[in-house]
């Protein structure tokens, strides 16, 4: 497929950065960056992503009091993409190639780094990568409302429990967990008005005897209680 360098200088133009150039053009970042080497075209390396201002702009609109803030350099040594004091929550999106060890010359303890410098400060730090966003964005939402503790409430003793068959529990991890679901040994639902809200997978255990559990997976409400 021919790329002319009229069309990806006029392309470009009205792009954002090389990211919205890849997805205008339909090509990968690596061919996106290929032709702009190819042209002599300066790249414009993206500063806030789309998909890191999606989330912000969501998590504003479920929880505004949270004073959310947009990279966010005052909290500790690395800037955080999106930042809430009043919920001590950070969250990281990360574009696989600009957290890459190639392109974003990212060593590879980057993560592990600000993790634990969150961790020291009682901040929970959510890493959310850009292709989960694309394929499950619903997903990661729920989760997000999960941590912040904005989904309806059930108390757990007036659910039930009942053990469930692979395609009932299937459907629910699919539509809920960001790695779908898996196939176990067992599988346990907890129901509330005949409707699941919380599913457990066990298999058997990779290092020692007993059980393993493999998939645990909250839906539109979070269960509280034991």
Not at 123 to 136: A, E, H, R, V
Not at 179 to 205: C, H
Not at 214 to 223: A, D, E, P
Request: glycine share 6%; hydrophobic share 30%.
């Amino acid at each position: 497929k021919e790329f002319p360098a009229e069309r990806v200088v006029n392309t470009y133009k009205d792009s954002i950065n090389i990211q919205d150039l890849a997805a205008t053009m339909g090509v990968g970042y690596s061919k996106a960056r290929r032709l702009l080497n190819q042209y002599h075209i300066d790249i414009k390396h993206p500063k806030t992503s789309t998909g890191q201002k999606e989330i912000y702009d969501y998590c504003c609109t479920i929880a505004p009091e949270g004073c959310w803030k947009l990279n966010n350099r005052n909290t500790i040594s690395k800037e955080l993409d999106i930042f809430s004091p009043v919920f001590n929550i950070a969250i990281e999106y990360c574009g696989v190639v600009w957290h890459s060890e190639n392109f974003g010359q990212k060593d590879s303890r980057y993560h592990y780094n600000k993790f634990s410098e969150c961790n020291e400060r009682n901040i929970q730090l959510l890493t959310i990568f850009d292709c989960d966003w694309i394929k499950s964005a619903e997903k990661i939402k729920n989760i997000i409302a999960a941590k912040i503790n904005k989904l309806p409430k059930l108390y757990a003793r007036n659910c039930t429990i009942k053990e469930l068959d692979y395609k009932t529990i299937s459907e629910f991890d699919n539509q809920y967990h960001l790695k779908n679901s898996r196939v176990g040994s067992l599988y346990l639902g907890m129901f509330y008005d005949n409707e699941i809200v919380l599913s457990m997978t066990l298999g058997s255990n990779r290092f020692e005897r007993g059980s393993e559990l493999i998939r645990l997976t909250g839906g539109k409400y979070k269960v509280l209680g034991g």
